[in-house]
């Protein structure tokens, strides 16, 4: 195989990515439903996955010759090899982080080691950040009535950050979680005056999805955080953010998603303060 050829995930998804604007729509198409559904890729037929894709199998066949490789079993084995690397255990992970600490460095090296992956996820993001989106969300936000925050799994914690910090600036906002199931009604209650902050990442949480997409459809603007132009939240967004984190160990932070998050909140409080201001004089 050609040493330009992707040979992994991140490098394959990456690929795809800086070449998207140039991809023909049928191989667009495939692109976007392969990083949304790398799994489906994985172990799919041609025949299956070009149903689901809307396309022919021959587009399959194009799309992997796109990339450089010759045929599409080639390409789906990369989508195969970050599904065994996903799906290792938390009991496989920590045995990789011990044997680490006890190759002679000690525990001090898994600390050295998610210090590394934070440092390259805030400088990735420092150098790629837009500053027009920044100021696009932050303006989005400020004028919201009410910021519905919405995340699951991973994604979660930066959510319950969001929310924290916005009730501390005295910024009206809901966190879209329920233990009794009311989720949908809280919904509801949201309004094209309001925004939304949606978060995920890939494998996208369902419900996070699904929820965007509803409230997207009842007219409320919504600020993703995400991680591909082929996301499905970005396709709801009317802004929004391209994160991608550095895992240690199989272990991924969420050290420049959380600085966004602060950025994004700090930013919103700014905001509206310093118009609180104009108006008063």
Known sequence: MDERVPRDFETLRATILDRRESLPRRITQIAAYALDNPDDIAFGTA???????????????????????????????????????R???????????????????GHRAIFDGFVAAASTSLNDISRTLDDAHLEDAISLLAKAETIYVLAKRRSYPVASYIAYALGKLKIRNQLLESAAGLNAEMIGFATPADAVIAISFSPYAPATIDEARTISEQGVPIVAITDSSFSPLAQFASVWFEVTEADFAGFRSLSATMALAMALTVGVGEKRRNTGKRRKA
């Open 87 to 105: 799906n290792s255990s938390y009991d496989e992970r920590l045995q990789a982080l011990r044997a680490k600490a006890e190759g002679g460095a």
């Open 47 to 85: 025949a299956s996955i070009a149903a689901s894709a809307g396309v022919q199998p021959s587009t399959l066949i194009r799309f992997a010759q796109q990339l450089g490789f010759d045929g599409f079993t080639s390409l789906q084995q990369v989508f195969r090899e970050r599904l065994r690397e």
